[in-house]
């Protein structure tokens, strides 16, 4: 289900609620076993719930639901590295645990695909069976992070892995209990109209702008919660369709109603297309690449 939009961007500022978080993200997959057999045992998510086609996983002993994994066994191969997702962020509390995650991955053999010190925090980077990227890492305390001009100073530096190890680790027995997704990294065709839709109209705030081709924004003092670039080699005016593989849909956690409906009435006001569900408190619109929004009211995080 799609919410095209029904006018133009807002060219004024808009300030959703700094309380609003990133809560989940959904993938539609090709090989529903598979992929949920990579999320369990090279990852350490539990499987809370499975039904209509879309497995809901995360944290078990919290009911922390982070990814859902939508079947969809016609989906066009490799079509999840066009327009889309770049690469999901989850953030471990600890540097331990992050050591923990990385000795774990190198016992299985499990690739990794990079890994980076970007100032605010140390990542590494792995790619799941069917192309997606994940990050996962830990995040310096805020009085350490690299600041300039009240923007993030970031930088790209390889993180040795054998060093962060050698501070300390422990047996790897699943994703740890706080661990959230922090941020999602989109590559979008129109990088201009993109920025616009998300600091003009749902007001997301510009945190680093170094790197080429690329804005990483947030609504609070976090580093970034969202990521636009215009890196992918295949790009080019493709919008996400439903039979695309990858990145369905993003779920933010609001925390009143009262800011549900003042995001409300700012996009009712701008003439853009959204669904409202005021018995489920939740608002859906669809971003210039085709990408779902959720914004929900809810005390446990869904996807």
Same mark, same amino acid.
């Given at each position: 289900m799609?919410f095209?939009m029904g006018?133009?961007?807002d060219m004024?500022n808009?300030?959703?609620?700094?309380k609003? @978080?990133?809560?989940?993200?959904?993938?539609k997959?090709?090989?529903?076993d =598979? &992929?949920v057999?990579?999320?369990?045992?090279?990852?350490?998510?539990d499987l809370i719930?499975?039904?209509?086609d879309?497995?809901?996983?995360g944290?078990?002993?919290? #009911?922390?639901?982070?990814?859902? *994994?939508?079947?969809?066994?016609e989906?066009?191969?490799?079509?999840?590295n066009?327009?889309? *997702?770049?690469h999901?962020?989850?953030? %471990?509390?600890?540097?331990?645990?992050?050591?923990?995650?990385v000795? +774990?991955?190198?016992?299985m053999?499990y690739?990794?695909d990079g890994?980076?010190d +970007?100032?605010y925090c140390?990542?590494?980077?792995?790619?799941?069976?069917?192309?997606?990227?994940?990050? %996962?890492?830990?995040?310096?305390?805020k009085?350490?992070?690299p600041l300039?001009?009240? #923007?993030?100073?970031?930088?790209?530096?390889?993180l040795d892995?054998?060093r962060m &190890?050698?501070?300390?680790?422990? /047996?790897?027995?699943?994703?740890?209990?706080d661990t =959230?997704l922090g $941020?999602i990294?989109l $590559?979008?065709?129109?990088?201009? /109209?993109?920025?616009?839709?998300?600091?003009?109209?749902l007001?997301?705030?510009? =945190?680093?702008?170094d790197?080429?081709?690329? +804005?990483y924004l947030?609504?609070n003092?976090?580093? +970034? @919660?969202?990521?636009l670039?215009?890196?992918?080699?295949? &790009?080019?005016?493709?919008y996400i369709?439903?039979?695309?593989l990858g990145?369905?849909h993003?779920?933010? =956690?609001?925390? $009143?109603?009262?800011? *549900?409906?003042?995001?409300k009435?700012h996009?009712e006001d701008?003439?853009?297309?959204v669904?409202?569900?005021k018995?489920?408190k939740i608002i859906?619109?669809t971003d210039?690449n085709?990408?779902q929004?959720?914004?929900m009211?809810f005390?446990?995080?869904p996807c």
């Amino acid at each position: 289900m799609k919410f095209f939009m029904g006018g133009s961007y807002d060219m004024e500022n808009f300030s959703l609620d700094p309380k609003i @978080q990133l809560a989940s993200i959904a993938i539609k997959v090709k090989d529903i076993d =598979k &992929m949920v057999g990579f999320y369990q045992r090279v990852v350490g998510l539990d499987l809370i719930n499975e039904e209509n086609d879309m497995a809901i996983m995360g944290i078990g002993s919290k #009911k922390s639901k982070l990814l859902g *994994l939508i079947y969809l066994p016609e989906g066009e191969e490799g079509s999840n590295n066009r327009t889309g *997702l770049n690469h999901i962020a989850y953030v %471990f509390p600890e540097r331990f645990q992050l050591a923990s995650f990385v000795h +774990h991955l190198l016992q299985m053999n499990y690739p990794i695909d990079g890994t980076s010190d +970007h100032g605010y925090c140390e990542a590494i980077y792995i790619t799941d069976p069917e192309g997606n990227r994940l990050s %996962f890492s830990w995040d310096r305390p805020k009085d350490q992070w690299p600041l300039l001009d009240g #923007k993030i100073d970031g930088v790209t530096k390889e993180l040795d892995l054998y060093r962060m &190890m050698g501070a300390g680790y422990g /047996e790897y027995t699943g994703v740890p209990e706080d661990t =959230k997704l922090g $941020s999602i990294h989109l $590559s979008v065709d129109d990088l201009d /109209e993109s920025y616009d839709f998300y600091t003009k109209t749902l007001g997301f705030e510009l =945190k680093d702008d170094d790197f080429i081709n690329a +804005h990483y924004l947030t609504l609070n003092e976090y580093h +970034h @919660q969202i990521a636009l670039s215009a890196w992918s080699p295949t &790009m080019g005016d493709h919008y996400i369709e439903d039979e695309d593989l990858g990145v369905d849909h993003i779920t933010f =956690k609001v925390p $009143s109603f009262e800011s *549900l409906l003042q995001l409300k009435e700012h996009l009712e006001d701008k003439n853009l297309a959204v669904y409202f569900n005021k018995g489920k408190k939740i608002i859906g619109l669809t971003d210039p690449n085709g990408i779902q929004m959720w914004f929900m009211v809810f005390e446990k995080i869904p996807c």
